[in-house]
Protein backbone atom coordinates (compact mmCIF):
# COMPACT_ATOMS: atom_id res chain seq x y z
CA UNK A 1 0.00 0.00 0.00
CA UNK A 2 3.26 2.17 0.56
CA UNK A 3 3.18 2.62 -3.25
CA UNK A 4 -0.33 3.15 -3.67
CA UNK A 5 -0.29 6.04 -1.72
CA UNK A 6 2.85 7.52 -3.92
CA UNK A 7 5.39 7.59 -0.95
CA UNK A 8 8.64 6.88 -1.53
CA UNK A 9 9.72 6.36 2.44
CA UNK A 10 9.34 2.55 2.18
CA UNK A 11 10.88 2.15 -1.03
CA UNK A 12 14.52 0.88 0.80
CA UNK A 13 12.76 -1.97 2.99
CA UNK A 14 10.35 -3.72 1.14
CA UNK A 15 10.94 -6.92 1.85
CA UNK A 16 7.60 -8.33 0.77
CA UNK A 17 8.53 -6.98 -2.69
CA UNK A 18 11.86 -8.42 -3.02
CA UNK A 19 10.72 -11.64 -2.07
CA UNK A 20 7.79 -11.14 -4.36
CA UNK A 21 10.08 -10.92 -7.33
CA UNK A 22 12.60 -13.39 -6.62
CA UNK A 23 9.74 -15.71 -6.29
CA UNK A 24 8.54 -14.77 -9.99
CA UNK A 25 12.13 -14.99 -11.02
CA UNK A 26 12.39 -18.31 -9.58
CA UNK A 27 9.26 -19.45 -11.15
CA UNK A 28 10.44 -18.01 -14.54
CA UNK A 29 13.21 -20.40 -14.55
CA UNK A 30 10.77 -23.19 -13.37
CA UNK A 31 8.69 -22.45 -15.78
CA UNK A 32 11.24 -23.62 -18.55
CA UNK A 33 10.98 -27.37 -17.10
CA UNK A 34 7.49 -27.69 -17.13
CA UNK A 35 6.59 -28.75 -20.41
CA UNK A 36 9.55 -31.65 -20.04
CA UNK A 37 8.58 -32.70 -16.45
CA UNK A 38 4.82 -32.95 -17.36
CA UNK A 39 3.54 -29.99 -15.07
CA UNK A 40 1.49 -28.58 -17.49
CA UNK A 41 -2.34 -29.41 -18.18
CA UNK A 42 -5.30 -28.47 -19.97
CA UNK A 43 -8.53 -28.19 -18.78
CA UNK A 44 -11.65 -27.84 -20.79
CA UNK A 45 -14.66 -25.39 -20.36
CA UNK A 46 -17.82 -26.27 -22.88
CA UNK A 47 -19.26 -23.63 -24.36
CA UNK A 48 -23.09 -24.17 -24.49
CA UNK A 49 -26.38 -22.87 -26.81
CA UNK A 50 -29.03 -21.99 -24.22
CA UNK A 51 -31.85 -22.50 -26.44
CA UNK A 52 -30.33 -26.06 -26.75
CA UNK A 53 -29.06 -26.53 -23.78
CA UNK A 54 -26.27 -28.40 -25.99
CA UNK A 55 -22.32 -27.98 -25.95
CA UNK A 56 -21.13 -25.87 -29.01
CA UNK A 57 -17.40 -26.27 -28.47
CA UNK A 58 -14.79 -25.62 -25.90
CA UNK A 59 -12.22 -23.67 -24.94
CA UNK A 60 -8.91 -25.01 -23.62
CA UNK A 61 -7.36 -23.41 -20.40
CA UNK A 62 -4.00 -24.58 -19.48
CA UNK A 63 -2.77 -24.90 -15.34
CA UNK A 64 0.33 -25.58 -13.95
CA UNK A 65 0.97 -28.69 -11.07
CA UNK A 66 3.85 -26.90 -9.24
CA UNK A 67 5.80 -29.61 -7.49
CA UNK A 68 5.95 -27.61 -4.54
CA UNK A 69 3.21 -24.34 -4.61
CA UNK A 70 0.58 -26.76 -6.08
CA UNK A 71 -1.89 -25.28 -9.38
CA UNK A 72 -0.87 -22.03 -10.17
CA UNK A 73 -3.27 -19.85 -11.76
CA UNK A 74 -2.45 -18.50 -15.66
CA UNK A 75 -3.39 -15.48 -14.41
CA UNK A 76 -0.13 -15.76 -12.50
CA UNK A 77 2.55 -17.64 -14.73
CA UNK A 78 1.51 -16.27 -18.16
CA UNK A 79 2.71 -12.69 -17.88
CA UNK A 80 5.93 -14.81 -16.98
CA UNK A 81 6.13 -16.99 -20.08
CA UNK A 82 5.19 -13.80 -22.18
CA UNK A 83 8.41 -12.09 -20.42
CA UNK A 84 10.78 -14.86 -20.66
CA UNK A 85 9.38 -15.57 -24.23
CA UNK A 86 8.35 -19.43 -22.63
CA UNK A 87 4.81 -18.90 -23.77
CA UNK A 88 6.08 -19.68 -27.80
CA UNK A 89 6.77 -23.08 -26.68
CA UNK A 90 4.02 -23.39 -24.15
CA UNK A 91 1.33 -22.31 -26.52
CA UNK A 92 2.24 -24.70 -28.89
CA UNK A 93 2.46 -27.89 -26.58
CA UNK A 94 -1.44 -26.19 -26.06
CA UNK A 95 -2.26 -26.35 -29.20
CA UNK A 96 -0.77 -29.53 -30.13
CA UNK A 97 -2.71 -31.36 -26.92
CA UNK A 98 -5.77 -29.34 -27.66
CA UNK A 99 -6.23 -31.32 -31.45
CA UNK A 100 -5.14 -34.00 -30.18
CA UNK A 101 -7.55 -34.28 -27.52
CA UNK A 102 -10.58 -32.98 -30.22
CA UNK A 103 -8.97 -35.88 -32.93
CA UNK A 104 -9.75 -38.46 -29.59
CA UNK A 105 -13.20 -37.31 -28.95
CA UNK A 106 -14.16 -37.35 -32.57
CA UNK A 107 -12.63 -40.93 -32.49
CA UNK A 108 -14.53 -42.04 -29.51
CA UNK A 109 -17.67 -41.06 -31.86
CA UNK A 110 -18.22 -37.59 -30.48
CA UNK A 111 -19.99 -35.12 -32.67
CA UNK A 112 -16.79 -32.58 -33.69
CA UNK A 113 -17.43 -29.45 -32.27
CA UNK A 114 -14.68 -26.51 -32.49
CA UNK A 115 -11.73 -26.37 -29.58
CA UNK A 116 -10.46 -22.90 -28.65
CA UNK A 117 -7.22 -22.27 -27.84
CA UNK A 118 -5.70 -18.92 -26.24
CA UNK A 119 -3.05 -17.52 -28.07
CA UNK A 120 -0.99 -14.36 -26.41
CA UNK A 121 -0.10 -10.79 -27.84
CA UNK A 122 3.59 -12.45 -27.96
CA UNK A 123 3.35 -15.68 -29.80
CA UNK A 124 0.55 -13.72 -31.96
CA UNK A 125 3.93 -11.34 -32.94
CA UNK A 126 6.20 -14.39 -33.68
CA UNK A 127 6.86 -14.27 -37.74
CA UNK A 128 6.41 -18.28 -38.06
CA UNK A 129 2.65 -18.60 -36.33
CA UNK A 130 0.91 -19.19 -39.08
CA UNK A 131 3.31 -22.12 -40.61
CA UNK A 132 3.53 -23.23 -37.18
CA UNK A 133 -0.31 -23.28 -36.47
CA UNK A 134 -0.91 -25.06 -40.18
CA UNK A 135 2.28 -27.80 -38.92
CA UNK A 136 0.15 -28.29 -35.91
CA UNK A 137 -2.55 -28.80 -37.92
CA UNK A 138 -1.24 -31.26 -40.43
CA UNK A 139 0.52 -33.10 -37.66
CA UNK A 140 -2.92 -34.16 -35.78
CA UNK A 141 -5.03 -33.93 -38.38
CA UNK A 142 -7.55 -31.62 -36.78
CA UNK A 143 -9.71 -30.26 -39.45
CA UNK A 144 -8.67 -26.25 -39.34
CA UNK A 145 -12.28 -25.68 -39.69
CA UNK A 146 -12.82 -27.27 -35.73
CA UNK A 147 -9.58 -24.83 -34.53
CA UNK A 148 -10.68 -21.52 -33.13
CA UNK A 149 -7.88 -19.41 -31.73
CA UNK A 150 -9.02 -16.62 -29.03
CA UNK A 151 -7.08 -13.48 -28.91
CA UNK A 152 -7.83 -10.76 -26.33
CA UNK A 153 -8.95 -7.16 -27.88
CA UNK A 154 -5.84 -6.16 -25.87
CA UNK A 155 -3.43 -8.24 -27.55
CA UNK A 156 -5.08 -7.62 -31.36
CA UNK A 157 -4.24 -3.45 -30.86
CA UNK A 158 -0.64 -3.62 -31.24
CA UNK A 159 0.61 -4.12 -34.69
CA UNK A 160 -2.53 -3.61 -36.51
CA UNK A 161 -1.37 -3.95 -40.08
CA UNK A 162 0.81 -7.16 -38.95
CA UNK A 163 -2.27 -8.70 -36.79
CA UNK A 164 -4.91 -8.09 -40.11
CA UNK A 165 -2.28 -10.04 -42.34
CA UNK A 166 -2.10 -12.94 -40.26
CA UNK A 167 -5.63 -12.87 -39.25
CA UNK A 168 -6.09 -12.92 -43.08
CA UNK A 169 -4.09 -15.83 -43.30
CA UNK A 170 -5.63 -18.07 -40.62
CA UNK A 171 -8.76 -16.92 -42.01
CA UNK A 172 -7.85 -18.46 -45.43
CA UNK A 173 -6.76 -21.74 -44.06
CA UNK A 174 -10.77 -21.79 -42.67
CA UNK A 175 -9.16 -21.39 -38.33
CA UNK A 176 -11.49 -19.08 -36.95
CA UNK A 177 -10.31 -16.28 -34.51
CA UNK A 178 -12.42 -14.67 -31.49
CA UNK A 179 -11.88 -11.71 -29.95
CA UNK A 180 -11.90 -12.81 -26.32
CA UNK A 181 -12.63 -10.18 -23.31
CA UNK A 182 -14.31 -8.02 -25.55
CA UNK A 183 -15.03 -4.52 -24.00
CA UNK A 184 -12.00 -4.37 -21.86
CA UNK A 185 -9.93 -2.60 -24.48
CA UNK A 186 -10.38 0.40 -26.82
CA UNK A 187 -10.72 -1.14 -30.07
CA UNK A 188 -12.48 1.38 -32.75
CA UNK A 189 -14.84 0.26 -34.46
CA UNK A 190 -13.16 0.84 -37.82
CA UNK A 191 -10.23 -1.77 -36.54
CA UNK A 192 -13.26 -3.53 -35.90
CA UNK A 193 -14.84 -3.89 -38.99
CA UNK A 194 -11.45 -4.66 -40.86
CA UNK A 195 -10.63 -7.71 -38.74
CA UNK A 196 -11.18 -11.10 -40.04
CA UNK A 197 -12.51 -12.33 -36.50
CA UNK A 198 -15.51 -14.26 -36.31
CA UNK A 199 -16.84 -13.98 -33.16
CA UNK A 200 -16.66 -11.76 -30.07
CA UNK A 201 -16.72 -12.59 -26.26
CA UNK A 202 -18.06 -10.11 -24.44
CA UNK A 203 -15.96 -9.78 -21.39
CA UNK A 204 -16.78 -11.31 -17.90
CA UNK A 205 -16.64 -8.58 -15.92
CA UNK A 206 -20.01 -6.93 -17.86
CA UNK A 207 -21.87 -10.51 -17.15
CA UNK A 208 -21.08 -10.74 -13.86
CA UNK A 209 -23.37 -7.18 -13.03
CA UNK A 210 -25.64 -7.66 -15.96
CA UNK A 211 -28.81 -8.24 -14.20
CA UNK A 212 -27.46 -5.57 -11.38
CA UNK A 213 -26.11 -2.76 -13.22
CA UNK A 214 -27.80 -0.25 -15.19
CA UNK A 215 -24.49 0.40 -17.49
CA UNK A 216 -23.35 -3.15 -17.74
CA UNK A 217 -26.60 -4.38 -18.83
CA UNK A 218 -26.47 -1.19 -21.51
CA UNK A 219 -22.49 -2.47 -22.66
CA UNK A 220 -23.72 -5.71 -23.14
CA UNK A 221 -27.12 -5.02 -25.14
CA UNK A 222 -24.97 -2.55 -27.21
CA UNK A 223 -21.94 -5.09 -27.80
CA UNK A 224 -24.67 -7.58 -28.84
CA UNK A 225 -26.51 -5.42 -31.31
CA UNK A 226 -23.06 -4.16 -32.47
CA UNK A 227 -22.03 -7.78 -33.33
CA UNK A 228 -25.38 -8.59 -35.14
CA UNK A 229 -24.87 -5.38 -37.63
CA UNK A 230 -21.09 -6.69 -38.14
CA UNK A 231 -22.01 -10.12 -38.86
CA UNK A 232 -20.00 -11.49 -36.14
CA UNK A 233 -21.24 -14.36 -33.41
CA UNK A 234 -20.96 -13.41 -30.14
CA UNK A 235 -20.47 -15.54 -26.94
CA UNK A 236 -21.12 -14.00 -23.20
CA UNK A 237 -18.65 -15.20 -20.57
CA UNK A 238 -18.47 -15.65 -17.09
CA UNK A 239 -22.14 -16.90 -17.01
CA UNK A 240 -23.00 -17.78 -13.10
CA UNK A 241 -26.58 -17.56 -12.63
CA UNK A 242 -30.18 -18.97 -14.07
CA UNK A 243 -31.02 -14.85 -14.11
CA UNK A 244 -28.44 -13.84 -16.37
CA UNK A 245 -28.95 -16.61 -18.87
CA UNK A 246 -32.71 -15.51 -18.99
CA UNK A 247 -31.39 -11.91 -19.47
CA UNK A 248 -28.91 -12.92 -22.16
CA UNK A 249 -31.78 -14.96 -24.13
CA UNK A 250 -33.80 -11.83 -23.98
CA UNK A 251 -30.76 -9.57 -25.53
CA UNK A 252 -30.71 -12.83 -27.82
CA UNK A 253 -26.83 -13.79 -26.95
CA UNK A 254 -27.54 -17.43 -27.13
CA UNK A 255 -24.39 -18.74 -26.85
CA UNK A 256 -22.74 -18.77 -23.31
CA UNK A 257 -19.50 -19.99 -21.02
CA UNK A 258 -19.38 -20.04 -17.82
CA UNK A 259 -19.50 -22.17 -14.14
CA UNK A 260 -23.56 -21.96 -14.16
CA UNK A 261 -23.20 -24.75 -17.20
CA UNK A 262 -19.69 -26.10 -16.31
CA UNK A 263 -16.84 -24.90 -14.84
CA UNK A 264 -13.32 -25.96 -16.70
CA UNK A 265 -12.40 -29.79 -16.18
CA UNK A 266 -10.25 -32.46 -17.34
CA UNK A 267 -11.00 -33.98 -20.35
CA UNK A 268 -11.75 -37.35 -18.44
CA UNK A 269 -14.76 -36.07 -15.98
CA UNK A 270 -15.94 -33.55 -19.42
CA UNK A 271 -16.55 -37.71 -20.83
CA UNK A 272 -18.02 -38.62 -17.87
CA UNK A 273 -20.35 -35.72 -17.05
CA UNK A 274 -21.12 -35.75 -21.03
CA UNK A 275 -20.91 -32.67 -21.52
CA UNK A 276 -19.03 -33.71 -24.75
P1 LIG B 1 -10.00 -16.32 -20.66
O1 LIG B 1 -9.41 -16.78 -21.93
O2 LIG B 1 -10.90 -15.15 -20.71
O3 LIG B 1 -10.72 -17.61 -20.07
C1 LIG B 1 -11.86 -17.56 -19.27
C2 LIG B 1 -11.50 -17.57 -17.81
O4 LIG B 1 -12.69 -17.33 -17.06
C3 LIG B 1 -10.97 -18.91 -17.31
O5 LIG B 1 -10.09 -18.65 -16.23
C4 LIG B 1 -12.23 -19.58 -16.78
O6 LIG B 1 -11.98 -20.56 -15.81
C5 LIG B 1 -12.91 -18.40 -16.18
N1 LIG B 1 -14.35 -18.59 -16.08
C6 LIG B 1 -15.18 -19.22 -16.94
N2 LIG B 1 -16.45 -19.16 -16.54
C7 LIG B 1 -16.44 -18.47 -15.38
C8 LIG B 1 -17.49 -18.09 -14.45
O7 LIG B 1 -18.66 -18.36 -14.62
N3 LIG B 1 -17.09 -17.37 -13.37
C9 LIG B 1 -15.79 -17.04 -13.14
N4 LIG B 1 -15.50 -16.36 -12.04
N5 LIG B 1 -14.79 -17.40 -13.99
C10 LIG B 1 -15.12 -18.10 -15.09
P2 LIG B 1 -8.68 -19.36 -16.11
O8 LIG B 1 -8.76 -20.78 -16.59
O9 LIG B 1 -8.16 -19.10 -14.75
O10 LIG B 1 -7.83 -18.57 -17.15
C11 LIG B 1 -7.62 -17.21 -16.98
C12 LIG B 1 -7.00 -16.60 -18.19
O11 LIG B 1 -5.71 -17.15 -18.41
C13 LIG B 1 -7.76 -16.86 -19.47
O12 LIG B 1 -8.85 -15.99 -19.58
C14 LIG B 1 -6.68 -16.60 -20.49
O13 LIG B 1 -6.57 -15.22 -20.71
C15 LIG B 1 -5.46 -17.07 -19.76
N6 LIG B 1 -5.05 -18.38 -20.31
C16 LIG B 1 -5.41 -19.65 -19.99
N7 LIG B 1 -4.78 -20.53 -20.80
C17 LIG B 1 -4.02 -19.80 -21.65
C18 LIG B 1 -3.10 -20.12 -22.73
O14 LIG B 1 -2.91 -21.28 -23.13
N8 LIG B 1 -2.50 -19.06 -23.34
C19 LIG B 1 -2.72 -17.76 -22.95
N9 LIG B 1 -2.08 -16.78 -23.60
N10 LIG B 1 -3.55 -17.45 -21.98
C20 LIG B 1 -4.19 -18.45 -21.33
MG1 LIG C 1 -10.17 -17.24 -23.76
MG1 LIG D 1 -12.15 -14.55 -22.12
MG1 LIG E 1 -11.60 -13.20 -19.65
Redesign the pocket.
Known amino acids: EAKQNGSSQYRFYDAAQDRTSLEEIRLEQELEYAIERNQLRL ?1 Y ?1 PKFDIRSGLPIGY ?4 RWDHPEHGEI ?3 RF ?1 PLAEKSGM ?1 VPI ?1 QW ?1 LRTACLQAKRWQAGGRDPLPIA ?4 QVHLMKPDIYESILDTLEETGLDPRLLEL ?1 I ?1 ESAMMHNEEHVIEILDQLKGAGISVSM ?2 FGTGYSSLSYLHSLPISCLKID ?1 SFIRKITTDKDSKAIAEMIISMARQLDLKIIA ?4 TSEQVALLQELQCYNV ?4 YSR ?1 LPPEQLEREQVS
Open positions: LQEALISPLIIEVVNVSETDDREGVEQGFYP
